[in-house]
């Protein structure tokens, strides 16, 4: 347990669907960071916030939506996908936007039928 | 720019065998080192970390000693169990302009045997 959950676990969506990741952090920590784990491929920061403000995001497609209303929760907005965004979602925090270690949840495993 | 090599598995082992996995690092600063595992199924957990040159990290029987003259990180574990079969990730954070980001390696799959 990392102080660091996801929900849900596991999720199967359809390319017309919307659906929403969460992340919740319990660790008083500032900063929080959206990665992208698929097969075969190093993991893939796309987002970061600080102190709720996103201050990165690296060439992400547009039909993934961030959101970050306060500096314990990080949201995940998904709309029409494509089958290559089947991945493992991992969210992660840390103390501050530049300095603390990372620490990551377990992550939604998302397949797009 | 940074990035982080790390030797491709899958890594087979028996029970008790000496695990060493290479990472070598390049970094425009000084940055910070640190081990991620991954069991099957689950998220990346912190495994040990370094934060200077000739820092030593250690956990679960694991250590990790920062190199900066080979800019190097191996792991290493001198008996390893089946518990231990995960994949591991190098990574670093550089403290300079990338502020807290990191960079990981492609990660390295290790297989424990009974």
């Known amino acids: 347990e990392t102080g660091v959950t996801q929900t849900p676990r596991h999720l199967v969506m359809g390319m017309t669907n919307k659906k929403s990741l969460k992340c919740e952090q319990h660790?008083?920590?500032?900063?929080m960071y959206w990665y992208k784990q698929s097969a075969k491929k190093p993991l893939e920061l796309m987002f970061v916030?600080?102190?709720?403000?996103?201050?990165e995001n690296n060439s992400v497609p547009s039909r993934f939506s961030p959101e970050c209303p306060n500096s314990s929760h990080l949201f995940l907005h998904l709309h029409t996908l494509q089958p290559e965004d089947s991945a493992l979602y991992l969210c992660?925090?840390?103390?501050?936007?530049?300095?603390?270690?990372?620490?990551f949840g377990p992550g939604t495993r998302l397949l797009v039928l | 720019g940074n990035s982080v090599t790390q030797m491709e598995g899958p890594v087979t082992l028996s029970e008790e065998a000496f695990l060493t996995i290479n990472c070598t690092y390049t970094?425009?600063?000084?940055?910070?080192l640190f081990w991620y595992v991954q069991y099957p199924g689950e998220g990346l957990q912190l495994l040990l970390k370094?934060?200077?040159?000739?820092d030593k990290g250690s956990n679960k029987g694991f250590e990790a000693t920062y190199r900066k003259e080979t800019t190097s990180f191996h792991l290493e574990k001198g008996s390893v169990q089946v518990s231990d079969s995960a994949v591991y990730f190098c990574?670093?954070?550089?403290?300079?302009?990338?502020?807290?980001?990191?960079?990981f390696g492609g990660g390295t799959r290790v297989l424990v045997k009974p």
């Open positions: 370094a934060t200077k040159a000739d």
């Open positions: 970094a425009t600063g000084y940055p910070s």
């Open positions: 916030y600080s102190l709720e403000e996103r201050v």
């Open positions: 660790l008083g920590h500032n900063a």
């Open positions: 990574a670093l954070s550089d403290k300079g302009a990338a502020g807290n980001k990191l960079t």
């Open positions: 992660a925090s840390s103390p501050g936007q530049s300095f603390g270690t990372q620490y």
